[in-house]
């Protein structure tokens, strides 16, 4: 595949991968995106997971027909775009690698092969000229790991921007980009929020037309909506109005107020109402789409005189993300010593701007008349709390 006539992608497809950092579900696979840049001196831009390190190496040759290439680029040390920096150095002995202090010092601890002579290190600003092409360094720390760093090559406007600005997904599945960029952005790298504020204030002061990420598709136009999602996403914003009820339950009873509840949010005129059986969904997803929208309600029935655990589950995984910033509704259920939701409410405590919507809509077991008016509460509470649609 052509960037440019000097930028060429000698990326992979893995659709056999089960699990994405041994966790995410990838149905449509991930791509690990690789580059190289054709001048008087050659560029290769990062490597590739170990499971696809053969086909990287074809599509390599392919590419350079016989030519050496003078330099590794490596923006990031995750596994899934440095595993195969060892079998390239040792293909190509005269090949130098580009990184900064951290990246080296990861080099050494993931590899074991002398390099020490064919590093060049490079910092803030620090600029390598191929010929005709000149990169640029911008560090990225905490753009997922902390040696993270992104490069802009200044005569073509690309920015090669590491695992900013991926997705999910193989490069020929369609797929719509924002809904999986979403869930990979928040679950792998919404933690870090501020340092991704940071690389986009950096990022606004180049003149950019190609974004090159290290997953999923080349973006060459309408820049400013994938800059304006990132800027949403790493700022904690809802995106649009909407409620995600996120809900556990052990033999229908709390499932059924879910259902109530998500019915009576429709007819009161909510648009977007996403409902989740968080024992049968993808929890990535769910949590994507609790960053997604402005409102969440939790409901889950006590256990073991504690929290459903796949509720807890999700809340902790939530708080890992640093969700903040939302309005959440609770649903409690049990049928004696009901604890779950001053639990709940408590780790929602833990979170930033968290603000719980009342009443928290205790069942005793079974949903009676008196939960469905509780339910018609917290219908008004909520939807007198969302932000305009
Ligand atoms: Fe795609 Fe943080 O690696």
């Not at 390099?115 to 060049?120: I, L, M, Q, S």
């Not at 991704?196 to 190609?210: D, G, H, R, S």
């Not at 402005?294 to 640093?322: C, N, Q, S, W």
Request: with cysteine.
């Amino acid at each position: 595949m052509r960037i440019s006539d000097s930028v060429l992608y000698v990326g992979v497809n893995d659709k056999d991968i089960d699990l994405f950092e041994g966790q995410y579900v990838v149905p449509d696979g991930v791509s690990y995106n690789s580059y190289v840049i054709m001048d008087e001196k050659i560029a290769i831009m990062d490597t590739v997971d170990k499971r696809k390190t053969d086909e990287w190496v074809a599509n390599l040759e392919e590419t350079l027909q016989g030519k050496t290439p003078d330099y590794l680029v490596i923006s990031h040390m995750e596994p899934d775009h440095a595993a195969s920096i060892q079998v390239i150095a040792e293909k190509y002995p005269n090949m130098l690698l580009v990184g900064n202090c951290k990246t080296f010092d990861m080099v050494a601890c993931f590899f074991d092969f002398e390099f020490e002579n064919r590093k060049v290190v490079v910092a803030e600003g620090d600029e390598l000229s191929l010929g005709q092409h000149t990169l640029v360094f911008v560090m990225a720390p905490m753009v997922h790991w902390p040696e993270v760093m992104v490069t802009y090559e200044k005569s073509e406007k690309i920015l090669f921007s590491a695992d900013g600005f991926g997705t999910f997904g193989a490069l020929d599945m369609e797929q719509p980009w924002d809904d999986e960029a979403r869930r990979y952005f928040i679950n792998i790298v919404g933690k870090f929020g501020a340092p991704v504020q940071t690389l986009l204030a950096k990022a606004a002061t180049l003149e950019i037309e190609k974004i090159c990420p290290l997953h999923g598709p080349v973006l060459d136009n309408d820049l400013g909506h994938y800059i304006g999602k990132y800027d949403t996403w790493s700022s904690y914003r809802p995106e649009s109005r909407g409620v995600v009820i996120a809900y556990a339950s052990v033999y229908g009873n709390t499932e059924k107020a879910a259902q109530c509840l998500k019915d009576k949010l429709i007819a009161a005129g909510e648009g977007n109402v996403i409902l989740a059986d968080l024992a049968r969904s993808d929890m990535s997803e769910v949590i994507a789409r609790a960053f997604q929208y402005d409102r969440m309600i939790v409901a889950a029935p006590t256990y073991d005189g504690g929290i459903y655990p796949i509720m807890e589950d999700f809340l902790r995984h939530l708080k890992a993300k640093a969700y903040q910033k939302r309005k959440v509704g609770i649903i409690e259920n049990g049928s004696w010593a009901i604890t779950v939701g001053r639990l709940m409410q408590s780790i929602l405590g833990e979170m930033k701007d968290i603000e719980i919507l009342e009443p928290v809509v205790t069942i005793k077991s079974s949903v009676k008349a008196d939960t469905e008016a509780q339910i018609d509460e917290l219908v008004k509470a909520c939807v007198e709390a969302g932000i305009e649609a």
